[in-house]
């Protein structure tokens, strides 16, 4: 089975701009996750999506939302980028039902100026 | 308010003995915990998992005990080999349709040959 998938891998944006993600979750797989890493707080959790909804929802400022497609791609945006949101954005997919393991994506480095 | 903490940043170890990676937690919600390896701009990679209605899971060369009533896990790497050197986190989740995952800070591991 292919992997988590993530488009792009690098993207260098300015501050107010705003940025879409994609993801593809592995064949299969109807859950899919969104995390931010960054050097001072870590990994944490953005929102989740299972089957087109957002089922889940980490403290993260409305500036960034969601969204799923019925083929369970998942695209992630930002908008009016601060220089605080360059980060690694990882996507994962799990099933969403059952066995709750997450299977990341390689990440997209976005770099805002 | 860090709900999954790691305390040790940095453990070395030398090829062919025991890795020890700990892992503490607060939240007595979490009945779900797993370990990622994660190299640096690279996604992190599922290693093992452990549900709460265990103590015990063993994958190969990695083992991951967790003890409930003291809210620990540790995951053991035996014999460790060079290719083990990455950051290692934690994660634990809250089931019943919960997908986030509360991930620790991580340790970086270093093998020495």
């Known amino acids: 089975k292919a992997g988590v998938t993530q488009t792009p891998r690098y993207l260098i944006k300015t501050r107010g701009q705003q940025v879409t993600l994609s993801c593809s979750p592995i064949?299969?797989?109807?859950?899919v996750s969104w995390y931010q890493q960054t050097p001072g707080q870590g990994l944490q959790f953005l929102f989740e999506y299972f089957s087109e909804t957002q089922r889940n929802k980490g403290n993260f400022p409305g500036r960034f939302s969601g969204r799923q497609f019925s083929n369970s791609r998942s695209e992630m945006n930002v908008s009016t980028l601060e220089l605080g949101d360059s980060a690694l954005y990882l996507c994962?997919?799990?099933?969403?039902?059952?066995?709750?393991?997450?299977?990341f994506g390689p990440g997209t480095r976005l770099t805002v100026l | 308010d860090q709900q999954v903490k790691q305390n040790s940043p940095s453990l070395s170890v030398q090829e062919g003995r025991i890795s020890i990676l700990n892992c503490d937690y607060t939240n007595s919600m979490f009945d779900y915990f797993l370990w990622y390896k994660k190299y640096p701009a690279e996604g992190p990679t599922f290693l093992i998992s452990i549900s709460s209605i265990k103590d015990k899971n063993e994958d190969g060369r990695f083992t991951v005990f967790l003890n409930k009533s003291a809210k620990h896990l540790s995951l053991h790497i035996v014999p460790s080999q060079p290719g083990d050197s990455a950051v290692y986190f934690c994660?634990?989740?809250?089931?019943?349709?919960?997908?986030?995952?509360?991930f620790g800070t991580g340790t970086r591991l270093t093998i020495i040959p």
């Open positions: 994660a634990a989740s809250a089931l019943k349709g919960n997908e986030k995952l509360t």
């Open positions: 064949s299969g797989h109807r859950s």
């Open positions: 994962a997919s799990s099933s969403g039902q059952g066995d709750y393991t997450q299977y």
